[in-house]
């Protein structure tokens, strides 16, 4: 079993930055991929971000690319989400997952392939 634990949502106006963290403990895997998707209020769970656990390879949806960063740390088995010049439209919760099988050729993008989720963490964007 792994346990995911979100922290870092809050309230933030426009044009501002806030970083999210996602702590894993539990069983980890080597070959394995973290994610962070989010859904806002009556609206299908959206791909964010993702690493691959041995490479540090990133991934990023096209709506977030050259705002946010993805990073790992091995050492405290987090994954953190810098997240700059935020929009309203990033408004949502925003939950970090773990894909246990994810091979070198897996785009990491699809929320069905993760197979444990935290509970998720309030990000809102005010304009």
């Known amino acids: 079993q792994v346990q995911l634990v979100e922290s870092g949502g809050g309230l933030v106006q426009a044009g501002g930055s806030l970083r999210l963290s996602c702590a894993a403990s539990g069983r980890t895997f080597i070959n394995s991929a973290m994610g962070w998707f989010r859904q806002a209020p009556g609206k299908e769970r959206e791909f964010v971000a993702a690493i691959r656990w041995s490479s540090g390879e990133p991934v990023y949806a096209d709506s977030v690319k050259g705002r946010f960063a993805i990073a790992r740390d091995m050492a405290k088995n987090t994954v953190d989400l810098q997240m700059n010049s935020l929009k309203p439209e990033d408004t949502a919760v925003y939950s970090c997952?773990?894909?246990?099988?994810?091979?070198?050729?897996?785009?990491?993008?699809?929320?069905?392939?993760?197979?444990?989720w935290g509970q998720g963490t309030q990000v809102t964007v005010s304009s």
């Open positions: 997952a773990v894909d246990r099988f994810a091979s070198t050729s897996s785009r990491l993008d699809n929320k069905y392939d993760y197979n444990y």
